[in-house]
């Protein structure tokens, strides 16, 4: 990225002690990688192959040691500073990291991390007081294991996603091809777009578009934490934002409450995580927004499908396939090969058996349909199916999708109740009490439509939001 892009910005920040933007070009971006790389490799000669822990807040220390071990050959291993000290010991108990880059928060909030990893633990900031800056050799074998990812894990222990280097870029391409679209469409150019990156960090996508947009060449502007959403979005001009459903709707209120100059130059929300209502994306539609809208897994490194088109008709599906690589339905199953296919689950070769078949197939457990045209439609996760003492198949998703398009009703979840189907709901903020008997009345409707075993037979209203996992999943369980 330095040869090709040394003069341009790579990325933006708001710093608070010097009140004001701070803007980091590819060349000294690429500088602060070797430097911090060199470090790793002063200290440790034999690096190649061993387990580096990241755990800090999002920011460009993360992005430039994110960089930095995977140039030394060594395992990335970004972890999720918002969890519990248990869930984290848990996971670093089982990757058994050489060393554990860190920002001192937690390492401050939590004297067990010291007491336990203290030997391996090196400041994110190291850096830049260091006089190292070793070229370092490419990695040779691009099947070597380069990247383990912890799932967000809506049941159950998390597990760790292991991807290689070819796993990595594989679908690289597959990220610039909604770009490309979306100047057909349009006319912008996109070369000169600038991302406004949100995600944390340690999620698949805010690892693969920190990746993709440095091969593009592009600006990253970083927003370290959302309490200065609006602050960081009008001090650095954005066209761009991959967003998760609980942003999107604060960006739609914005739009209904006539406040679409709060949200600056943007342009593009690329949405994953869970499918945007028609009123919704017709809303953000007619503000002037491009929605755009991907779907993957951490275990096929994000690579999926994606959706451009501005058709309501086509809202509910997750687009079209990435042309590189393999899909096939197993009974109603989407299921995915390439090389974008992980590995494997880390220390986990019955979980692994499970998704990964021997003929290199990734079981999604995502149940979907593909129509003519190849658009992929999600009609619900396997796991979730709920299976009623009659025998019949529920699922989920499919009511939950009908609910949500109750005027009172911002959320749902439906679950087996003694062996019925009940459904918990959010009426958003205020009013709550008023909205029950409105959305009652909509069942009541509803049910009229439904065969008798997919009809809801008790309704409760939830006091806030549904809670949901790091990636914007709703927890089941």
Not at 80 to 103: F, G, R, S, T
Not at 192 to 209: G, I, N, W
Not at 433 to 462: C, F, S, W
């Amino acid at each position: 990225m330095e040869a090709n892009y040394a003069g341009k910005v790579a990325i933006q920040y708001y710093d608070e002690a010097k009140g004001g933007v701070v803007s980091i070009r590819y060349g000294q971006y690429a500088q602060d990688i070797r430097r911090a790389a060199g470090l790793l490799l002063h200290r440790d000669p034999d690096i190649r192959g061993k387990k580096v822990c990241l755990l800090a807040r999002n920011g460009y220390d993360f992005l430039v040691n994110m960089f930095s071990v995977l140039l030394t050959g060594a395992v990335l291993v970004p972890l999720n500073l918002q969890k519990n000290w248990d869930e984290i010991q848990y996971e670093l108990d089982l990757v058994e990291p050489a060393y554990i880059l860190h920002d001192g928060e937690f390492a401050g909030r939590e004297p067990a991390l010291t007491a336990a990893y203290g030997g391996r633990l090196l400041p994110v900031d190291g850096y830049k007081t260091s006089a190292w800056s070793d070229p370092c050799a490419e990695c040779a074998d691009r099947d070597a294991l380069s990247v383990i990812l912890f799932t967000s894990g809506t049941t159950g222990r998390s597990k760790g996603v292991m991807i290689s280097h070819r796993n990595l870029f594989a679908p690289m391409d597959f990220y610039c091809l909604p770009f490309e679209d979306i100047e057909r469409q349009t006319g912008w150019d996109t070369s000169k777009f600038r991302s406004f990156s949100v995600l944390p960090m340690f999620h698949v996508a805010a690892l693969t578009s920190s990746i993709s947009w440095a091969i593009m060449g592009n600006t990253i502007n970083l927003c370290n934490d959302l309490k200065y959403f609006y602050r960081d979005l009008a001090a650095m001009d954005s066209e761009v934002m991959a967003v998760v459903p609980v942003l999107l709707q604060t960006i739609h209120r914005d739009v209904l409450r006539g406040r679409r100059d709060r949200l600056g130059s943007l342009k593009v929300l690329t949405c994953g995580a869970a499918s945007m209502d028609a009123d919704t994306m017709s809303d953000l539609i007619g503000a002037g927004f491009f929605i755009c809208q991907m779907y993957g897994l951490t275990e096929s490194v994000g690579d999926g499908a994606w959706n451009n088109s501005q058709d309501l008709a086509d809202i509910h599906s997750v687009g079209l396939r990435d042309p590189k690589r393999e899909y096939k339905l197993d009974n109603g199953e989407l299921c995915i090969r390439g090389d974008s296919v992980m590995m494997g689950y880390y220390k986990d070769p019955e979980g692994t058996a499970e998704v990964l078949d021997a003929e290199g197939w990734l079981h999604t457990g995502d149940l979907a349909r593909i129509d003519e045209r190849g658009y992929i439609f999600l009609t619900g996760r396997k796991k979730n199916v709920i299976i009623l003492g009659s025998g019949e198949n529920v699922s989920p998703e499919e009511l939950e999708a009908k609910l949500n398009q109750c005027p009172e009703v911002t959320e749902s979840l439906v679950r087996e109740e003694n062996g019925k189907i009940g459904a918990l709901v959010w009426c958003g903020e205020g009013g709550a009490g008023d909205k029950q008997a409105a959305v009652q009345a909509y069942v009541t409707e509803l049910n009229r439509t439904l065969p008798l075993y997919k009809r809801i037979a008790a309704v409760h209203l939830a006091e806030g939001p549904l809670p949901r996992n790091a990636a914007g999943k709703l927890q089941r369980k």
